[in-house]
């Protein structure tokens, strides 16, 4: 049995709000759910959405600003790859 298996399958509308459910939970305990939410909530510190840094300057972006995007895109894919493990392919 794999880790997210007690997530079911997204098949559309007739299940969305227990998949949502459990999907949310499952990015919350891994840390991504900030990855996904776009509501600022304040007393959310789980869900308080995250984006790609911005370097301060393009033209020469430093070794820490290039760390920092790299592990936010990482963690965004990682979000995203659970979410897409989750979806049926009719949906």
């Known amino acids: 049995m794999g880790k997210y298996d007690h997530i ?8 969305y709000v ?9 990015l919350a305990c891994e840390d991504l ?7 600022v909530e304040p007393t959310d ?13 393009p033209a020469k972006i430093t070794s820490t600003e290039r760390t920092a995007m790299r592990e936010w895109l990482l963690t965004d894919m990682k979000a995203k790859d659970l979410i897409a493990r989750r979806l049926s392919p009719s949906v």
């Open 18 to 26: 227990g998949w949502s459910t459990k999907m949310q939970y499952a």
């Open 45 to 57: 510190l789980l869900g308080t959405p995250s984006y790609l840094p911005v370097p301060a300057d």
């Open 33 to 39: 759910w900030c990855h996904v939410n776009t509501k």
């Open 8 to 15: 079911p399958e997204l098949l559309g509308s007739e299940n």
